[in-house]
């Protein structure tokens, strides 16, 4: 009897464990569940206008109108002024990343070096919203500030200069690059800044103990450290710039041949028989190389990040 009793009180604590345990489960996952759940509307939001157009684009790539799979779309994509938007929107997206990256770096250092806490917080602040300016508003902007007609256009022509005179035009490929410094050149100072101040004094006081000069502790310390978060700045700058559609769209009317405003043209239907899905082609081109883009600032964000860290 005694040993009956004592077995059941052995099935009873084993239970009463295994509720526990299962008590503690339970709500390990619920609270997991609440500290993502704000993730949920993100993941909808990625897949229906991220994921399934991406893969809406990725298959009809590859597809003819009669859903047959080809690579003909792919190969007529690097044709004729199919090729050239490419090549426009790559010389395009490399002249805006470079000179977006010169001036970003300039003015960061400079920002830096004044240790004025006040400036920096100004630029930080200001460069957050420069940099997410962007679309048909700026290209009003810009039309109503140094259009044909605009304000300073008009007041600078009033005390003798023309910033028309030479080859320098809104509506073309430098009037474009001027643009996209709007919002390249802030978005390279958010980037950059961290890393500039992820310099440590104690670095540069080593080196200096050290017998090393400033052009020394440049060379072996402060270019290799900033190299990472620099060119994955670029790579970041460019495909911003080299996707870029709504800004571009208005400038140009379709006068520059560009990537984003052909795929814009073959998918909205103003095609010619036969090339419906050319547009679709076109885009997948844009997916891979903003993709490689985007990947290899990754790699160098999470490069300069360790430095930051150490």
Not at 30 to 55: C, K, V
Not at 131 to 152: D, M, Q, S
Not at 202 to 208: L, M, T, V
């Amino acid at each position: 009897m005694t040993d009956n009793n004592q077995s059941l009180d052995e099935v009873a604590i084993m239970k009463s464990d295994g509720d526990s345990r299962y008590g503690d489960k339970n709500k390990k996952i619920r609270q997991i569940f609440f500290e993502y759940s704000g993730l949920i509307p993100f993941f909808i939001f990625a897949i229906l206008f991220i994921g399934i157009p991406t893969l809406v684009v990725i298959l009809n790539a590859f597809k003819t109108n009669d859903g047959n799979y080809t690579l003909s779309n792919i190969l007529l994509a690097f044709t004729d002024v199919y090729f050239l938007s490419l090549i426009s929107s790559l010389k395009l997206g490399l002249t805006s990343a470079l000179t977006g990256v010169f001036f970003g770096l300039m003015i960061s250092y400079a920002v830096f070096v004044s240790g004025m806490k006040r400036l920096q917080k100004i630029v930080s602040t200001a460069s957050g919203v420069f940099a997410n300016t962007g679309g048909v508003p700026l290209a009003f902007f810009f039309i109503a500030a140094i259009g044909n007609y605009g304000l300073v256009t008009l007041a600078l022509q009033k005390i003798g200069i023309d910033i028309y005179s030479g080859s320098f035009t809104l509506f073309g490929f430098s009037g474009l690059v001027l643009v996209y410094l709007y919002f390249q050149i802030p978005l390279m100072i958010i980037v950059v800044y961290p890393a500039l101040e992820g310099i440590k004094n104690e670095w540069r006081e080593a080196a200096a103990n050290l017998g090393a000069n400033k052009l020394s502790y440049w060379r072996y310390i402060g270019i290799p450290i900033l190299t990472p978060p620099v060119l994955g700045s670029f790579f970041l700058l460019f495909a911003s710039a080299f996707a870029a559609y709504a800004t571009a769209n208005v400038l140009t009317q379709g006068t520059i041949p560009l990537l984003p405003l052909q795929v814009g043209t073959l998918v909205s239907g103003d095609v010619v028989a036969d090339q419906s899905n050319v547009g679709y082609a076109m885009g997948f081109e844009m997916i891979v190389i903003v993709a490689l883009a985007m990947t290899l600032y990754t790699y160098l964000d999470r490069r300069a990040t360790k430095w930051r860290k150490k």
